[in-house]
Structures are given as structure tokens and as C-alpha cells.
């Protein structure tokens, strides 16, 4: 995501939480929203880093989870595609794991890769109306020819004035896969840019759904803290929901461990970083304003989610009418994340 985004989240953060708290009531829920009952639609976003993982833990909690979106696939600056290097594209396992369990399998394409995100591979694109719709047709070829239910089109990086070709080639895209009986999901990055409203509007029709990837509060950059508290998970969840109606919304939530040390940040998943802290007698706290769960040793402190955290973001997105989420990334989660969904399924 953008420094700007980056500063304009941590200057919110140095709000009391009275002020945060009483500015998260003033925003308005969108009309007609129905706190319905209902269970909750489980998304699953592997990636190669914790693929093995990931697979295990798809195969244990497989009556839970309803879709499974692989991080496989680039756009090219051209309009063309390749593997996401490193990445388990059409793996066997994840294959005949589809097809045991009948998951959907909606194959990520991205602007992503190990560094960051790359705007400059998706704008010559999504700019360029004849690299567009060449884009379009590849992507289409790759699901007809792969059998995929569609992809998730996760293209991160842009500012809000260039949401609208965004909103082009996913209206584009859409039709040209629909006719294929085929659909597409679109992943978009979490802002409170009022700008941004009118082309997630445009996104929210032509897609078939929308995922907020709602995290990214806290990183490198920033204190420590949790991927999502509440209050800013609440503020933008309410932002988002002026455009996109709440049963076509999926709201990514990250299970991945946050890790800071002196001069130091990385993550990682719960098994990797957070138990050998536990085992070297790290004490166990709760952030106030997220329920999340803090491990710290020494001059270390590792942030993550477990069932009480989740338990208590489950609670917020019932308050505002939305039941699917979509975990970033499976594989070496606490076991906990799978007990609390399983209060609601």
C-alpha cells in the first residue's frame, strides 16, 4: 500500500480512543442492512511461502472452508500473464483437494511479488484499452483452458485517481467471463478516500464479489500494534459498504503473526514465530482496543490472532450485517482461528 496511506493510518492512530470511538459511531451504516443469521463463508488465500502448510491445514478444517484463491499468477506490463515465481501453480494436491471437498478455485493474479506491489506492471494496462482487453482475453483463456470457477483480481498499489481503469477492465473482464460461466472477485485495498467510492460502486455491480483485504494497520513503518484493530477495521468496513452492498463484500482478515524487535520486523505464521516464544516462557497480554494477543520476550513483541480476537471481529462484522471472510494466509494459524469460525458455521 501507499507511504501516504501508510502515514494518513499512523496519524489516526495518535486519536484517544474516546475520539476513535465516538467518530466510529458517527459514521453511518448504510441503509438496509440486514443483521441477518446465517453462517459464515470461509475463503482461504494460500501462498508458497507457507504452501505445505497451508495445504494441511486446508485438508483439516475442509468442511469449514467453501473457496481456496492460490496466489499463481502476474500481469505483465503488456497484457500478458506468468507464474508467480516459486509458486505451486496447478499443484496436485491442491487439485484433487478441490475436487474431493468441491471448493472453489479462484487462482489470484496480481501486481505482487516478493518486494511489494508493482503499479507499474498493471497501469500500462489498465490505461491502454487494446492491453486491457488483450489482458482480458488471456485471463479468460487461462480459466477455460485450467477449468478454474474464475480469479480473484488483486491488483494493489494504486491511488484512488486511478481506481476508474481499475473499474474498466474489471467490468470487462467480468462480462467477457460471465458469458463463460465463469466469475470474478476482486480484491481492493482498505482506504478512506471518498474519491474511491464511486469506482468501488462500479466494481461492487460488474463483480461478482469484493474482498477488503483489512489489514495493513500496523507494519514496518509503523509501532507495533495489531494487522486490524477494531475501530479501523469498523471505519473502513462502514466507508466500503456505501458502494459495495453487504452480500457481495468478503472481508479479508490476516492471520499472519506481526514480529517486532529492536531495529527488526517480520512475519510470519503463529507455529513459526509465536511458539518458540511461548516456549521460552514469553509473556501472554491482549491489546484493549483488538483483543489481540501479545507475546513479548525480551525486547521482542509478537502480535497475532487467535480465537478470542477473532471471536470479537467476528461480533463486529455480524453488527454490520456481513458474514464472509476471507484468511490471509492459510497455514500454521493457531488452532484457535478454527474454533472461533466454528461458532458461526
Known sequence: ????????????????NATIFFLSLLVAVPSGIAQERGK?????????????????????????????????????????????P???????????DVKKNGFLLRPIISNVDASGSHPEWALPVLTNPTLRAALADNIVALVEAKNYAGVDIDIEGLLPKQLPVLADFVEELSAALRSKGKTVA??????????????????GVAADSVRLMLYGEHRASTAPGPSASLWWSRLRLQHILQAVPPE?????????????????????????????VQANSGALSRDTDSSAPIVRSGEGQV??????SLAARITMLKSLGLKKVALWRLGGEDPGIWQALSQEQ
Open 303 to 308: 502480535w497475532f490472532e487467535d480465537r478470542q
Open 1 to 16: 500500500m501507499k507511504k501516504w496511506l501508510v502515514r494518513f493510518f499512523s496519524k489516526e492512530g495518535r486519536m484517544t
Open 186 to 203: 476482486v480484491s481492493l485495498e482498505p482506504t478512506m478516500a471518498q474519491s474511491a467510492l464511486v469506482s468501488w460502486k462500479r466494481i
Open 86 to 96: 516459486n509458486a505451486f501453480v496447478d499443484d496436485s494436491r491442491l487439485l484433487n
Open 40 to 84: 459464515f463463508t470461509v475463503i482461504a488465500w494460500l501462498h508458497q511461502n507457507d504452501w505445505d502448510a497451508g495445504l494441511s491445514s486446508l485438508e483439516s478444517h475442509s468442511a469449514q472452508i467453501a473457496e481456496v484463491s492460490p496466489a499463481w499468477y502476474q500481469v505483465q506490463s503488456n497484457g500478458a500473464l506468468k507464474n508467480n
Open 248 to 276: 457481495k463484500l468478503t472481508v479479508g482478515v490476516s492471520i499472519v503473526a506481526l514480529y517486532w524487535t529492536k531495529g527488526n520486523y517480520r512475519t510470519g505464521t503463529w507455529q513459526r514465530l509465536v511458539r518458540p
